[in-house]
Nanobody
Framework: VQVVESGGGLVRPGGSLRLSCAFF????????MGWDRQAPGQQRELVAR???????NYVASVKGRFTVSRDHAQNTGYLQMNRLKTEDTAVYYC???????????WGQGTQVTVSS
């Protein structure tokens, strides 16, 4: 399994970005898709997750601003990020978690910088 993130960049506070996670190599419907982030000097944290059935959960700091979704026809996961704050600055990683093997496949990460 391989996942490839895209869509990061530089945005001003209050702006929006959409991250994409392209999934290759297995049955997309048998994976939970998640997004983690890691800021400089900080531990990696789970941002959002969407199950194979479409159930979602979010870290408290992004609830109401971020939306995680998935497109089974495109084998792609998304993280829509609105009303971005400077503290959202981090490298964002996509994770595909197999519901069969319980294994994880991580992407290389995409940088999101929120700055004026």
């Amino acid at each position: 399994v391989q996942v490839v993130e895209s869509g990061g960049g530089l945005v001003r506070p209050g702006g929006s970005l959409r991250l994409s996670c392209a999934f290759f190599g297995s049955d997309f419907s048998r994976y939970v898709m998640g997004w983690d982030r890691q800021a400089p000097g900080q531990q990696r944290e789970l941002v959002a997750r969407i199950t194979d059935g479409g159930g979602t959960n979010y870290v408290a700091s992004v609830k109401g601003r971020f939306t995680v979704s998935r497109d089974h026809a495109q084998n792609t996961g998304y993280l829509q990020m609105n009303r971005l704050k400077t503290e959202d600055t981090a490298v964002y990683y996509c994770d595909a978690h197999s519901i069969v093997s319980r294994g994880d496949s991580w992407g290389q990460g995409t940088q999101v910088t929120v700055s004026s």
